[in-house]
């Protein structure tokens, strides 16, 4: 596939400007790499052959694809099923898409299929299935002159040509996420492709319409059992309730709708003004010509003009440079500077043709280009790489389009116990049909008490009362200044024992304050200068490299830029300005950026110094450089970067001898560490022509630039708490590894007491094997600050104390990438004790989130920026400090820009998960109560009636729903989790205790009362006159009184049943209403104690008060006195016992504790079982030992990338 063909496929969207002979400089100007990727993207992409194949292999949305061909008879047969199931069959095929697929289909090679199914590859295996279809390329004649003659139709070679059908123009494809994927012939493989066959370059993402989120929500499994329940009960007249759940179900419905749909318009807002924007492209006969945006393909040329211009596409940038936002990715609006793609050999691809990143060369769509610089050409162009859904903001928009759901096991269990309820229901309709057809009840009678029994098992109320608790954890957050985008994930945070944090603006402060600058020359270093004293830098080298090697850019009126630039070249006094039309330097274009001292400066030989050229700083490279032309004076070229790295790009003896230990001086006690470094350049030269490798190399070092990057007041006492609470804190910065050394142990991260190990590892290089070190770094403080003589020392040996594991590694970027490649089984090893990660790149942060989460830790997220935007979607628990788009990819924004957001929202996912757990207790039991009451009236065939129903349901567990939740999280963090799971021994043992516990209760209350001498079925009411004992009354049957009532309910049992289940289901809510330590203690949440003395004093007054009509209305007959005393006591015993237990046994962690080491329980999360190994290995950790790896390709770890920012880089 050759990209010099290229100019061939398109020739009225392939523009060029100025005739041909223009056109074809511009578009050979790219490398044949980018040339052939703009191919790619213009018509396909890579899948494998066969019936079941990979769609996006390797990316984060990979799916398996699978052939089937509909059949019409299976189609018939599926037809009839969905009449005769009244609706049924098409919802559960639409709950279970996979089935809908196997009953309407037969497996067949993809070639052959008129449909697929899909399936993602991650631990979720999520069916969905496309219809594949035919699109004829006949219309889309007059636009790319795709006529069956055409050289692009004849010439085998296209790619375009396998997937194009002839004569008729027309291709297979399937949607999938919104992106298209063609049908290639001659590979047999679905492959994406460009706008030929995809359409217009627009993000569009329309605003859901009311009534299709309506449908979707009310297609619920719960809102379709809940349509059931209440059928079933206005068929039984039981409409109060029913009515009561229409209600709830209608808001509940609502609220959500709402939410989806103001979701939708915000998302809609968000893209739409890329789909609106007119651009300037160069045309092969039009010349220059005013376009909408939506007409662009890859391979078409833009010219920049201006600034404030929002890309609307993926475009590298060929001529001249550009100063982007880009914010909308990145989370940070520092401008970044863009060049142009380099001239190299072409056979190189376009990504590796530097050291550099190549994002450098990249316009991003989303971002707003800021100014465009033109070269000595006069114009800003790029080509156009990526449209539509495949640019960065298409695939960040994609990825919240479809999420990926939220592997919890919770969530699991909760299906398990749902399961469970349907089981139990299962056992009770056939008890229900026995009992009752032995009977000789009617045929629907029968049914309609068998289907109840369903409702009563299955509590409708549960998902709504488990959405409250979500709800006022979101509220209580949202309080705090927290805002949740994914609710499902509070209780996740409940679950965190690590947290990751980024240094720079997340654990220190923003800004950064100018300390001093060390100059040097040939004798070494000299005296610090001190910004703090006032005085001026003196004029020289060091001070022209401080006001011009910098990415600021003047913007109307105002300098912006990096913090770092703003405060160097404000410490300078000098001003910013652009070079006039009457400025006429050789070389150097009109309208230069020009920096020149202020008026009060003096003693400065130089009018100004205009930046020519700018190779700008980048996180790989740790390092930027500038040619300047002094006026009247030299040309120059000045770096900035890492001292490490400038020091081996400058003359060896220019570097001071003392360097290393200088630098460990400011390192050592956290100051951000600058070095500067400058040359001479010949004048004969233009800036743009010079390489990046000409200008960096022979440089004379400066100077080290000194600043203080203060921990934020907050940092400390969070991260003491977190520690305390033994979760685990782990920094992941860009910045140097000594500087995050003594950050962590400034910020308790490390204690003083604990020891940093440090690990370099170092790629192959010519014979010699990949190779990882272990040494031990300790701090030694001298007490004569005046000599600054702190450093960091490399020991020999290391106490018994570090062997226990009271150590840390610390390791850079470079060194993760190494291990992660060549010794791939020491990784969880030092990810075990692995504290401080530095120099780290946005993608190793992401793959390093990754490794943690292989261990079986749930990883929390923190950060503020760029770097950390694909870290904070891979974590379980994303926190961004950012306002900025970007952190609509986290789960939660803190709108206060320190970490304290992270211990209150673990806090707050602990008493969600909590609350969680109590409201799952609560409703089984709930459920099981009243499930045994009715199954024990079954048996004398009767049960409960409708106003019993309805004071059960609503008046006690629905109010009790919504007021358990109320309880805030606990103030202080404790050193344990709470339960993760709802099987785990203690939840199951307590809900079949109080299941076996209130089952015995009502069984004895049942046989009790027909034991009872005044009992017979017969009377009406058992209450006794005044003066009348009972004796009396069992010698006189016909004494007490008949009362007008509901003979198919009234009858002791159901009083005593009804009594049991009412007060007993109030005193479980009590027992079950967690508090410490994890939730505010239940008495503190006044509305649910309110509601429950309110409750249990309605109970005891319908119990205790002789009120006929009121008996009459409730069903119930009257009892003795001495009866009623005796379910009194029944009920005491029962809450008295259940109390007892749960305090004693269940939430008895002690006990529990003792259990597992009784019967050697360990867990078996990988963490703990790296723990327990390493332990117990004499040898580990092993230090001042160098391992070699002696098959370099050995233990290959897998690559992750950003799946925001980084999308769109291949493998190479």
Known sequence: MGGETFPEIRKSQLRSCGGSESWSSSWKRLPGKVREEVWNNLFMGHFEKGQHALLNEGEENEMEIFGYRTQGCRKSLCLAGSIFSFGILPLVFYWRPAWH????????????????????????????????????????????????????????????????????????????????????????????????????????????????????????????????????????????????????????????????????VKLHHLVESHNSITVSVCGRKAGVQELESRVLVPGDLLILTGNKVLMPCDAVLIEGSCVVDEGMLTGESIPVTKTPLPKMDSSVPWKTQSEADYKRHVLFCGTEVIQAKAACSGTVRAVVLQTGFNTAKGDLVRSILYPKPVNFQLYRDAIRF?????????????????????????????????????????????????????????????????????????????????????????????GLDLWGVVSCDRNGFQEVHSFASGQALPWGPLCAAMASCHSLILLDGTIQGDPLDLKMFEATTWEMAFSGDDFHIKGVPAHAMVVKPCRTASQVPVEGIAIL??????????????????????????????PERVASFCQPETVPTSFVSELQIYTTQGFRVIALAYKKLENDHHATTLTRETVESDLIFLGLLILENRLKEETKPVLEELISARIRTVMITGD????????????????????????????????????????????????????????????????????????????????????????????????????????????????????????????????????????????????????????????????????????????????????????????????????????????????????????????????????????????????????????????????IFNILLSLAMHIAGFILVQRQPWYSVEIHSACTVQNESISELTMSPT??????????????????????????????????????????????????????????????????????????????????????????????????????????????????????????????????????????????????????????????????????????????
């Not at 010439?155 to 992106?179: F, G, T």
């Not at 209780?491 to 024992?497: A, D, I, M, T």
């Not at 029962?1134 to 962690?1149: G, K, P, W």
Request: one cysteine or more; hydrophobic letters at 40%.
């Open 101 to 264: 697929v196997w009953a309407h289909c037969v497996p067949c090679s993809l070639q052959e299929a008129d449909t697929v199914l899909l399936r993602t590859t991650d631990e979720f295996q999520i069916y969905s299935w496309k219809k594949v279809i035919w699109i004829y390329l006949s219309a889309l004649n007059s636009a790319f002159g795709l006529t069956p003659d055409h050289p692009l139709m004849t010439d085998e070679e296209y790619i375009i040509n396998r997937a194009i059908r002839k004569p008729d123009l027309k291709v297979r494809c399937i949607k999938v996420q919104k992106i298209r994927y063609v049908w290639n012939y001659l590979e047999g493989q679905f492959q994406k492709i460009g706008r030929l066959i995809c359409g217009p370059n627009t993000i569009d993402v329309e605003v859901t319409p009311i009534w299709k989120l309506l449908i979707k929500e009310v297609l619920n499994p719960f809102y379709i059992f809940q349509l059931f329940s209440v059928c079933l009960w206005f068929s039984e007249d039981y409409k109060e309730y029913a009515f009561a759940i229409i209600i709830m179900s209608i808001i509940s419905i609502s609220l959500t709708v709402y939410d989806l749909r103001e979701q939708s």
């Open 418 to 510: 749902l399961l469970c309820l349907v089981g139990t229901a299962t056992i009770g309709m056939i008890y229900t049909l026995c009992v009752y057809v032995l009977s000789g009840e009617p045929p629907e009678e029968v049914v309609r008490k068998a289907l109840d029994v369903i409702t009563i098992a299955v509590p409708p109320a549960l998902p709504a009362a488990l959405t409250t608790g979500i709800i006022y954890a979101q509220r209580r957050l949202k309080k705090r200044g927290i805002f949740c985008i994914s609710p499902q994930r509070i209780n996740v945070c409940g679950q965190l024992n690590l947290v990751c944090f980024d240094k720079t603006g997340t654990l220190t402060r923003d």
């Open 613 to 642: 050229h700018q190779f700008p700083f980048s996180s790989a490279l740790q390092r930027m450089t500038v040619i300047v032309q002094e006026m009247g004076g030299d040309r120059l070229a000045f770096m900035k970067g890492a």
């Open 736 to 991: 140097n590894l000594q500087t995050a050394i003594t950050v962590a142990r400034k910020s308790g991260m490390v204690s003083e007491s604990q020891k940093v190990i440090l690990i370099e590892a170092n790629e192959t290089t010519g014979s010699s094997s990949a190779s990882i070190s272990w040494t031990l770094v300790e701090e030694k403080k001298h007490i004569t600050y005046g000599n600054q003589d702190n450093y960091i020392n490399i020991r020999d040996e290391v106490s018994d104390k570090g062997r226990e594991g009271s150590y840390h590694f610390a390791l850079t970027g470079k060194s993760f990438h190494v291990i992660s490649q060549h010794f791939s089984s020491l990784l969880p090893k030092i990810l075990i004790n692995g504290t401080i990660f530095a120099r780290m790149s946005p993608g190793q942060k992401s793959s390093l989130v990754e490794e943690f989460q292989k261990l079986d830790y749930f990883v929390g997220m923190c950060g503020d920026g760029a770097n950390d935007c694909g870290a904070l979607k891979m974590a379980h628990v994303g926190i961004s400090l950012s306002e900025q788009e970007a952190s609509v990819a986290s789960p939660f924004t803190s709108k206060t820009p320190n970490i304290e957001c992270v211990p209150h929202l673990i806090k707050e996912g602990r008493a969600a998960l909590v609350t969680s757990f109590c409201m799952f207790k609560y409703m089984a039991l709930y459920s099981m109560i009243q499930y045994v009451g009715v199954l024990l009236l079954y048996w004398e065939t009767n049960s409960l009636s409708n106003y019993q129903f309805l004071f059960q349901d609503l008046a006690i567990t629905t109010l009790i729903g919504v007021t358990m939740n109320l309880n805030g999280a606990y103030p202080k963090l404790v050193p344990f989790r709470p339960a993760g799971r709802l099987i785990s021994p203690p939840l199951l043992l307590s809900v």
């Open 1039 to 1212: 004494a007490p009184e008949k009362m007008e009532s509901n003979s198919t309910f009234t009858s002791f049992e159901n009083t005593t049943i009804w009594f049991l289940g009412t007060i007993n289901c109030i005193t479980v809510a009590l027992v079950f209403s967690k508090g410490k330590p994890f939730r505010q203690p239940t008495y503190t949440n006044y509305i649910f104690v309110l509601v429950l003395i309110i409750q249990l004093g309605v109970c005891l007054f319908i119990l205790f008060a002789d009120i006929p009509e009121l008996y009459r209305r409730l069903d119930l007959l009257c009892t003795p006195v001495l009866w009623r005393a005796s379910i009194v006591i029944m009920l005491s015993l029962n809450f008295i016992v259940s109390l007892v237990a749960e305090e004693a046994v269940i939430e008895n962690r002690a006990l529990w504790m003792m259990i597992k080491r009784r019967f050697g329980y360990q867990s078996k999360s990988q963490y703990r079982i790296w723990q327990r190994d390493l332990a117990n290995d004499p040898s580990w950790p092993p230090l001042n030992q160098t391992s070699h790896s002696d098959m370099p390709e050995c233990g290959r770890g897998v690559s992750y990338s950003n799946p925001v920012f980084e999308s769109n880089e291949e493998q190479l």
